[in-house]
């Protein structure tokens, strides 16, 4: 969460741009007014060698690729593997600027935890508490940057579906950790963990060790594939389609400023979502609080955009600044804060 608190005792003393910086306006002019096509969803999927081999012919990235681009919602997306073979937690923790920050995303796709639980039979595995924290890390960092997360529960180490496999309880006890990561971080969950098992009860009924949604009780064979694709692409168009960013702006008016003057500013407002296409949901209101602590800011609006980088857009779209240039000489104290939304 960023928050800015802005005072403008002394506003009449400085320069317009001076002023739109204060505020925490950016003071950047303008280039053209043209109309941009809207920006594709870039989604990074981070994890091990499930993820890396997911990008393959009939692996379940390059399948979500097909069916998103078909989907009826016509959103765009830009689909990218960041997957490494052997990979756990603290491997993701380190790369993650490297392989996902740089790159921009606004969705991040985490399907990690197989190797944290599995190579703990060599010796190698992730404690419960680096596997929590780590992920707490990674969600966090992640949110920083923008970018929203699906976390997925690891699947499956053996498929036979009554608990038997060697290390069915070691991995529940980690899929437990991650719902609860999930829960804490307002990350979105999809728990391919449960799904796994319930599915394997039908199809797996011989109860065999792999062969059904694995090749080896691990690695995805076409079925798993298809399996996770279904369920991801689901989440991934909930997701993306949801307002994530919300940019939330208070304002107080100067004692001389008329009701007219007031209303005028809050009509000018008003008619910004209708002008940047970037605004996704609007609402605005004055201060009924019982509570007594608005310190004199009376006047709210919430604006949800889909992308922090959409929200940048807003902020330097031309009606934007326009309405910055009209209502400044009005404004005593403002505060600005925005949050993603869980």
């Not at 008016?253 to 008329?258: E, G």
Request: hydrophobic share 40%.
């Amino acid at each position: 969460m960023i928050a800015r608190e802005l005072w403008s005792a002394q506003l009449g003393s400085v320069g317009l741009l001076s002023a739109l910086a204060l505020f925490g306006f950016a003071a950047v002019l303008p280039t053209g007014g043209k109309a941009q096509e809207a920006k594709a969803c870039r989604v990074v999927f981070f994890g091990d060698s499930i993820t890396q081999a997911a990008v393959g012919p009939e692996g379940y990235i390059t399948q979500l690729q097909t069916a998103l681009e078909a989907h009826p919602t016509g959103r765009k997306f830009e689909l990218v593997g960041a997957g490494i073979s052997g990979h756990k937690v603290p491997d993701l923790q380190a790369r993650l600027e490297r392989d996902v920050l740089a790159k921009q995303p606004d969705l991040v796709v985490i399907y990690i935890g197989i190797n944290d639980v599995w190579h703990s039979q060599s010796g190698k595995g992730t404690p419960s508490d680096k596997y929590r924290a780590g992920l707490e890390d990674l969600i966090t960092k992640i949110n920083a940057a923008g970018a929203r997360v699906i976390l997925c529960t690891p699947s499956v180490i053996g498929e036979r579906h009554d608990g038997t496999n060697d290390l069915d309880q070691m991995l529940e006890e980690y899929a437990a950790i991650s719902r609860e990561v999930a829960a804490k971080t307002g990350a979105f969950l999809v728990d391919l963990r449960k799904l796994f098992v319930h599915d394997l009860k039908i199809r797996n009924p011989e109860n065999k060790p792999s062969g059904v949604l694995t090749t080896d009780g691990v690695h995805l064979n076409p079925a798993g594939n298809e399996l996770v694709k279904d369920c991801l692409e689901r989440s991934i168009v909930a997701v993306a389609s949801a307002t994530a960013v919300r940019h939330v702006v208070l304002f107080q008016f100067k004692p001389t400023a008329t009701v007219a003057e007031i209303n005028r500013v809050c009509d000018l407002f008003d008619q910004l979502p209708g002008k940047i296409s970037e605004v996704k949901s609007y609402e605005a209101g004055t201060d009924i609080s019982p509570e007594k602590l608005s310190e004199g800011l009376t006047h709210c609006f919430t604006l949800g955009f889909e992308t922090a980088a959409d929200r940048d857009a807003y902020i330097v779209h031309p009606a934007h600044q326009e309405f910055v240039k009209q209502a400044l000489p009005l404004i005593q104290r403002a505060v600005v804060v925005d949050y993603l939304a869980r």
